[in-house]
Every structure is written in C-alpha cells, then in structure tokens.
C-alpha cells in the first residue's frame, strides 16, 4: 500500500513536470524587469552587477583552471619558488576597489530614488496579520482584508492545482496606475514583509512601528506576491495581489464597493435562521479561524487550543462574543472585529458553539453583533 | 644514576598513555582525545541536521503538501539551521583546532586542557536538550535559526526557554574553547615562531576565537533579553511595552554576521595549508593573507544591518551598510587570488583534500559573488528572504565550510589515523559530493530570483521544476555523504602505512612527528624544520 502511495505520489510529480514545462512561467531562471521605472533600474543593476561577476569569475576561474592544465606534475610541471609579489598584490587590491565604485554609483543612485516617498496621490496603509493582509484606503475610508483564496483541498493534494496555486486572494489590492502611491507598513502581530515583484517592492512590516514604500505602476494588470519574513505557521499561504487598473476603472470601483458594503451591513438587520447562520458561518470559519484551530476545531495542543468542547464555545455567550471580537493579547488570538461583518461574526459564533459535536442549538443574532461594532457607544458610557 | 633515569622514564610514560575504557573519553586532557570527540560530535550532528534538511527538501519536492504540517515544517528549518552552525560546523572546526593547533606550534598539549574538557562535554548535554525539544508538547522551535521577535518570544511555543538554554550552553562552550585556542597560540609557540611564521591554520583560528569572545556574548545578551520578555515581563522586543522588535535584529545580527565569518575563517586557513601542499609551492602572499583575515575580521562587525535592508533604516544607514559590505569584496578577492596565484606555477597533484580544496576556491567564490550581489542595498529588495539568499549562504556554507572540513580531515587522516586513505573511495566521495551540491543549490538561485520565498512549505506552480531537480540534488548529496563516514572508519581501522610526512609536499611541524601522531607530542620545544626558519 505504502509503495503505491510513493509511486501514485512520484508519478504525480513527474505528471505535474510535464504540465508546468508547458506553461510559459516554467524554468524561469531571472528576475522579472517588472511594471515601474524604480524595478526596472533594479533590474538594470542586477543584470550589471551580474555580468561583472561573471567577467571576474571569467579572468579568476581561467587562469585558475589553465594552471590546474597546465602545472600539473604529472606533465612534468616544476614548482617555480616566488611567493608574494608587492605590485601584483597592490595591483589586485586597487582593482577591485574601482569595480566597487563604479557598482556603488548607480546603486546609491536608485536608492535615493527608493527612499523618496513624498509627494504621493494615494496613500494606502498596509497591516500585516497572521496570516492575511489588511489594506485600507486611509483617503477614501475604505478597508478590508485578503485571504488566500486557493480551496483547502488543492494544497493537499485532493484536487489539481490551478494556474494561481497559492498565489490568489479572496479580494485584490486594486491601484490606480501612474499614480504615485505610497505604502504605510505596519503588522498587527508578527514582523511580515510586503513583497511585489513587478515593483521591486519589499518591506518589513513590523508591530508597533510604521514602515514607507512607494510606487508608480505604469501598466495595468495583476501582479502577485507573498509575505516575505517568516511570520509563523502558515507563512507560505499569505499571497499579495495587486490588480493595476485605470485612473477611470479605480474611481467606478471605490464607488461599487462602496454600494456593496452599505448592501452587507443591511443585511445584519434582518432575522437570520439557525441553518443558514450555520451555513455561513462554516464558510466564514474555513476562511479565518481553521488555520489554527484547524477545520474540526480539534486545534493543535501546545499552540492553539480546540474549540470542540472547549470552555469558550460551550460557556457563556458574552465571554466568547468578547474573545473574538477583540482578541486575546499576548497570544495569536486576533480581534476579528475589523476583519469580518457583523453578519459574518454572529455566523461564526454561531457555527463553532454547534458544530462538531457543540450543540448548544442557539443562534447569535447578527444585529446583536452589529450593535456592539457601532462606534464605541459602549465605551463612552463607561 | 642513568638507570634510575630511565626507570622514572618508563614510569612517566606508563602513567601517560591514554586511560582504559569510557573514563579515558569522560576525564581526557588529551587534546587529540578532545580533538577526536568533537569531530565524531560534530559529524553525528551533521547527519541529524542533514535528516532535517531531506525531511524538507522531500516536503518541497513537489507542490502541495505531502509529508509534513507546516508547522513541523518550520521546526525542521529552525532545527536544520541550529544544528548545522552550532552542532556540526563549529565544533568540528574546533575539533579540527584541537588536533592541530598544539601539533603545528610544537606545543604538548593545549593551553588549559581541564578547561578544554569541559568545553567538549557541554555539547552533548546542550544539544540533547535542544533536540528534546521536538517531543515537547507545542513542538521544538518554529521561528527560523535566526529566532526574531516577536515571533520567538510572545508568539513562540513554550519550548523556547530550552531553546534559550541551549543556546547558553553553546555559547559557553564556544567562549571556552576560544579562549583556550588563544591561550595557547599566544603561549606555547616553539621557540623561533613568531607571529610571522605561524601557520595560515593558527591565525584564522586565532582571529576567529578573537571574534567568538566578542560576539557570543552578544547572542547570551539577546536570547537573555528574549528569556526576561517571555517570562518577567519585560518589553526589550515588545512594542506594546515601548520595546522595539527591530533591536533584536540589530542586536541578533551583531553578534549574527561575525559568526558567519566564525564559520568561514577556519575553512580559509585549512584551505592556505592544503593548496601549498598539492601545488609543490609556498602560499603565495602569505602576509597579505593574515591582515586580509583581520581585515575581514574588522568590517564584520560595520556590516551587520545588511541582513535588514528591508527593516526600514534610514537611507543614510542603508548607504552606508552597503559600501562596508561591498569592502569586505576586497579582502576576500585578496584571498582568492593568493590562492590561484599559489597554485599558478606550481607542480599540482589532485589527491582527495585538494580536490575538496579546490572545489571550495570555485563554488565559495561563486557564494562570494552572489554575496556582492546581495550587498547592493537597492537589489536586496529583491533578493532579500528568497532562495536567492538561501543559495547564497548555502554555496558559501555547504561547499564552502563544510568542504573546507572534509578536505582538512582527509588531509590530516593520515597524521591522526597513520593510515593513508582509500584515494579511489576518497575520489567517489568528492565527485558525488560536488555534482551533489550543484544540483541542490545551483536551482536555488533561479527559484530565488524568479519569487520564490524561503521557509515556506508549499509553493506556487512555475517553481516546481527547479525546486524538483533540487530535492533530487539534496538527496544525492545527503547519500554520498554515507561514503565519508565510511571512508573515516576505514581509514581508522586501516589501510597503506603513512609516513611521517603524508603527503610529498607538506610542509611543517606536524608533518615532522611520526605518523600516527604519538599520544604525547613536543614534550621538549621543537627544532623549527628548515621550511620555517
């Protein structure tokens, strides 16, 4: 049985080999020039850097393999006795120096231009999350979170990989292009690091602290990334993807996201059932709690406690409202708060205090949940 | 009068030979006693650090996930990284430094021998206690062999203060062993060796025991900071407290890149003593060599920040973090052409060591080249945190330190073992080993530049096939490396008799005693040889 699995899982490969070979992404052996004039001056100095190296490497490895040819004792070579040589040795120290000058003008160069994020049209402030990216439209109040959006059952195994594996989100970073737009990095957790390829992009987000980027996408399309720094478990499975649209097409959808929050928050007011609260809220679950507490709510012990039978889900209704509202500090524990709808927060209270075995048959009303996101009412009072 | 002499003689030496049984392995001062210990640690850890790196490279052979969780995925990164620079690389140059340094200055034995005992035997006990940690309920530590905050403190399983530990233990055993190599290269030179004469082995060691008395306090005081922010409520690291997760980087990375050069300076100096041999010619520039080894010693400690040109430095910082680090070009430049300027001319043979020796010179070089790449700030967006920079330090570590290791043992067999080794043996272990480590790492920069980022378990489609033909590299390498020990234990248990001086062209004091090496050497200061007077 076990030999099988190894040859079904071998053959695969080799399978998934021919696939990939097709695609024209396969055996990309450089960096992309990418979509902004700040990558392709990056582009440029890896490509310079590179060739130098490899003309050192040229003039090194050649007389080092022609000696090896040629003074070798088994054709006779004699051993010369000079030992060190003052010129050569100054010789091969100034060189080098020069080369170095010569790399570190241009270098310095692109970086000034790096560092200046004045002047931006767009500011976007990006937060890092275990393990998803938060991006708010700090001019237009408009924020909302991406997740990976690559079905559970590609990653292992149980259904074919498409194009995008790993590399597609729920909901796009959608940027205006020829825009300049500057990026405010922070994390709410973890240092994770921001990375777009096409823009020769990468920043650290760190707690606590705010990082800048900017960029000018000149031609639309989407472009994808990941999260960078190690940033915990699920590390690998935080994509970034931007979509670059027109000035015209970046202004229609601020305005039809806009249209289509007012319709979500609409929704919280009216009566939901048990069952389809339940049916959301596995969704929702899936999405945003199985990566620690893991889809049978059987968490992993010493790092994120069960939520089948635990004390939370099967304890008092305002206790467990509160630990998913705002969190639990000093743990992985986050506020979802921010990150889902009223709707979405009373469908996944919901789910967890009557699934796996959980069944306290009562349903969390979204409006219950949407009158304690209202602006702080409740602290004012206190 | 002359009987008496010679009974008291008899005696001294009967009272000198090595004890019977485990009390010789657990009591010995013996430095080649001590020397052997590390390198059969050293080696042991090599295998269970490789285990790790298979356990990955088989989870990434393919897209997807098959074998391991990410989690455990990341505790195998952490746990590989650990393991092979503080279980595997360090110890075995110290092993390496044991067996030698005292034979190549014509002392007896070690400076403080009692307190190169001690030095040995916290080891074993650190890494059992770091190894238990992956039977702990929460797993072993997952947060990367370079353990930033907040990750590994708040955010970090309850294994970590084992890890802490550990690390503790380390860094007192590394501390000890360098303070001894320096006592002993300062002090117990044969008469007529100055500095000047000392063979290139001894002065990188001593440089690098120089730098490990700087730094590993450095690492103590960050994984202390780390301990007092997980358990008595300090904020060094926690922003929320008005800590910084930043300063542990700096702070890591200070201690972090003159260990790289711990790792690397030992290789530099074996490989200075192996070229002249096989090239039948003295080292050329051999003082350029020692103040190029202090030079890179110096600058290690101005470049740290460039492990963090992401973090968010001001751009003056950045600029000038990019020039110290495109300096240390220089000196090693320096080195590399000293090397092929030695062997220029020469009369060269290729027997197993210089084969090691010379493949270090061409893949270090090519781990030197990609490290200049590195350097350049404005790339480093780029390149920083993919398999770029895990090809990087891998050329430099793998094929650079670990090469360096190999090439030193088979070079020296001879002289501990008085046994020549199976050259044919020696040979098939070399090329597999090279064609090994090119197939593994070489794609690795290709991954790196074309997106891939490190320490993830899964990744997307277009890296497959590299990331394939990687895996298949790693385990070709990890195999041959059965030869290696295979060759050890034959060369131990026998094989042709070696002359005193092993090799044609060797030149130096250890080459003047007997070839196996008597338990006891230089009880009298030697005559220097003709080649060093």
């Known amino acids: ?50 060739w130098i190296c490899v003309a050192i490497a040229l003039v090194v490895f050649g007389v080092m393999f022609w000696s090896i040819f040629h003074h070798r004792k088994s054709r006779g070579a004699k051993a010369h006795h000079f030992h060190e040589n003052t010129m050569v040795e100054v010789i091969w120290t100034i060189i080098p120096i020069i080369i170095l000058v010569a790399m570190a003008v241009p270098a310095t160069a692109t970086l000034v231009q790096m560092y200046d994020t004045s002047e931006a049209e767009l ?59 500057r990026f405010l990095l922070t994390s709410n957790d973890v240092i994770h690091s921001w990375w777009v390829p096409a823009l020769a992009v990468k920043k650290d987000a760190i707690p606590g602290f705010i990082n800048e980027a900017w960029t000018v996408i000149n031609e639309p399309g989407i472009y994808r990334g990941q999260c960078a720094e190690l940033c915990g478990k699920d590390h690998g499975f935080m994509p970034v993807v931007i979509e670059a649209v027109s000035k015209d097409d970046f202004n229609q959808w601020l305005a039809d996201t806009r249209v289509a929050e007012q319709a979500e928050a609409a929704a919280a007011e009216r009566v939901w059932t048990l069952d389809e609260l339940m049916q959301q809220g596995e969704q929702v679950y899936l999405r945003a709690c199985a990566a620690c ?84 009412t409740g602290e004012a009072e206190q | 009068m002359s009987t008496l002499d010679t ?69 195998m990164t952490t746990m590989h990284g650990l393991i092979m620079v503080f279980g595997a690389v360090m110890p075995a140059f110290v092993g390496l430094a044991n067996w030698m340094v005292p034979m190549m ?44 905050a907040p990750l590994s403190t708040t955010y970090a399983p309850p294994s970590v203060t084992y890890f802490i530990f550990a690390i503790h233990m380390m860094g007192i055993s590394s501390i000890m062993g360098a303070i001894n190599i320096i006592a002993t290269i300062l002090n117990m030179r044969a008469p007529g060796m100055t500095m000047m004469k000392l063979p290139l082995f001894c002065w990188t060691w001593l440089i690098t025991a120089l730098l490990l008395i700087a730094v590993m306090p450095v690492l103590a005081g960050v994984v202390t900071m780390m301990l007092m922010d997980i358990h008595f409520g300090t904020s060094f690291f926690d922003a929320g407290g008005g800590g910084d997760p930043v300063l542990f980087q700096h702070v890591f990375w200070f201690f972090g890149h003159p260990e790289v050069y711990i790792m690397i300076l030992p290789a530099f100096g074996i490989i200075s003593q192996i070229i002249p041999t096989f090239a039948r010619k003295r080292l050329f520039g051999y003082a350029s060599m020692v103040y190029a080894t202090a030079s890179i010693a110096v600058l290690s400690f101005l470049v740290w920040a460039h492990h963090m040109f992401t973090v968010g430095i001001p751009l003056a910082g950045e600029l000038f973090f990019m020039y110290a680090t495109m300096l240390i070009a220089v000196p090693t430049g320096v080195k590399v ?137 790693a385990f070709l390498f990890g195999l041959s490396q059965l030869i290696f020990l295979w060759n050890v234990i034959a060369c131990v248990r026998g094989g042709r008799k070696a002359e005193a001086r092993a090799w044609e062209g060797a030149e130096g004091l250890e080459w003047e005693i007997p070839s196996p090496a008597p338990y006891h050497t230089f009880a009298t200061p030697p005559q220097l040889p003709e080649s060093l007077r």
Not at chain 1, 142 to 152: A, H, V
Not at chain 1, 169 to 178: A, F, G, K, M, Q
Request: hydrophobic share 50%; proline share 5%; charged share 15%.
């Open chain 2, 105 to 148: 200055i014509g002392a007896p034995d070690m400076a403080l021998p009692r307190m190169n005992n001690w030095s040995f035997w916290i080891l074993p006990f650190a890494f059992a206690m770091l190894i238990s940690t992956l039977f702990m309920e929460g797993g072993a530590p997952n947060f990367g062999w370079t353990f930033y």
């Open chain 1, 1 to 50: 049985m076990m030999g099988w699995k190894i040859i079904k899982t071998i053959g695969s490969g080799l399978g998934l080999t021919v696939y990939t070979a097709t695609a024209s992404a396969a055996w990309e052996v450089n960096l992309t020039p990418g979509v902004t004039d700040v990558s392709r001056s990056v582009f440029d100095l890896h490509m310079t850097i590179f």
């Open chain 1, 293 to 376: 507490h893991l889809p049978n709510g059987a968490g992993v012990p010493g790092a994120f406690p069960a939520l089948k039978g635990s004390a939370v889900a099967l304890g008092d209704v305002a206790a467990h409202i509160d630990i998913v509202l705002n969190g639990k500090s000093g743990t992985a524990m986050q506020a979802f708060r921010d990150q889902l709808s009223a709707t979405e927060l009373a469908a996944v209270i919901t789910y967890e205090r009557n699934a796996w075995g959980n069944s306290l048959g009562e349903a969390v009303s979204p409006a219950q949940i949407a009158r304690l996101l209202t602006p702080s």
């Open chain 2, 7 to 75: 009974t008291l003689h008899a005696d001294a030496h009967e009272h000198h030979g090595p004890a019977k049984g485990m009390g010789r392995w657990l009591f010995t001062t013996n430095h080649k006693d001590i020397g052997s210990m590390y390198l059969w640690f050293s080696l042991l850890m090599f295998f269970v650090g490789g285990c790790m790196a298979l356990m990955i490279r088989a989870e990434l052979f393919q897209p997807g996930l098959q074998l391991i969780e990410p989690g455990f995925f990341n505790q």
């Open chain 1, 123 to 181: 500011d976007v402030q990006i937060t890092g999350y275990q393990w998803k990216w938060r991006y708010d439209y700090l001019d237009h109040e408009l924020n909302f979170f991406s997740n990976l959006s690559t079905p559970r059952e590609q990653i292992s195994n149980e259904a074919d990989k498409q194009e995008h594996y790993l590399l597609e989100v729920d909901r796009h970073l959608v940027l205006p292009v020829e825009t300049k737009i």
């Open chain 2, 337 to 473: 052409f000293n090397w092929v300027a030695t062997m220029f001319r020469g009369s060269m043979t290729f027997e197993t060591p210089m084969l090691f020796a010379l493949a270090f010179v061409v893949l270090f070089t090519i781990g030197g080249f990609s490290g200049l790449m590195l350097a350049i700030a404005p790339v480093d967006f780029q390149y920083h945190d993919t398999y770029f920079v895990v090809a990087h330090f891998h050329y430099v570590l793998v094929p650079g330190a670990i090469f360096s290791i190999m090439a030193g043992v088979y070079y020296w067999l001879p002289k501990w073992t008085g046994h020549m080794l199976d050259e044919r043996m020696g040979k098939l272990h070399f090329w597999l080993s090279f064609i090994g480590v090119n197939i593994t790492f070489f794609p690795m920069h290709f991954i790196g530049l074309a997106g891939m980022p490190r320490r993830i378990p899964d990744y997307a489609l277009q890296f497959a096939d590299f990331n394939m033909v990687a895996s298949i590299g």
